[in-house]
């Protein structure tokens, strides 16, 4: 028997809305990275692009520890001598929050072309509203922890 191997025409890219109100930002950018990869699917292959579309709204309002906000640095270099910046979590989600839900799911997505084709179908918004109706997106439940299953239980 032959390996299966999909092939674009056996794709059928849906779209997915996950709200990230009071989420972590971890948890959030997992479910958006399976989604984006294609794990979700049967026909999912590690080298295949056959991910869906993601779009994230509410990314103003991640629920993030004061210690994480204090202490984690992003950075970033300009290319020359001296140019490296350095920015905590707690400025760049006040002055960028869209950055920092792109940043965590690019980080847990594959590097080369394949991830950065991935990262194309993420869209991210800081308050709740998006252009996207007309996709007809369908609400994912909001990833939790054991802690909170269980308690639902």
Do not use: C
Request: glycine share 10%; net charge positive; charged share 25%.
């Amino acid at each position: 028997m032959r390996t299966y191997t999909p092939t674009p025409a056996d794709t059928e890219r849906r779209w997915h809305i996950i709200d990230a109100e009071g989420a972590v930002l971890g948890r959030i950018a997992t479910e958006a990275a399976h989604l984006l990869r294609g794990k979700h699917k049967p026909t999912w292959a590690p080298h295949f692009d056959g991910g869906d579309h993601v779009v994230v709204v509410n990314a103003s309002a991640l629920a993030i520890g004061p210690r994480k906000l204090a202490d984690k640095t992003y950075y970033r270099h300009s290319g020359y001598p001296g140019g490296i910046r350095s920015e905590s979590l707690a400025h760049l989600l006040a002055r960028d929050p869209e950055r920092v839900v792109r940043l965590a799911v690019r980080g847990m997505l594959p590097k080369g072309p394949l991830g950065r084709r991935q990262l194309k179908r993420l869209r991210v918004y800081g308050g709740p509203e998006h252009p996207h109706i007309a996709q007809q997106p369908e609400l994912r439940a909001r990833p939790t922890r054991a802690r909170e299953r269980r308690a639902a239980t």
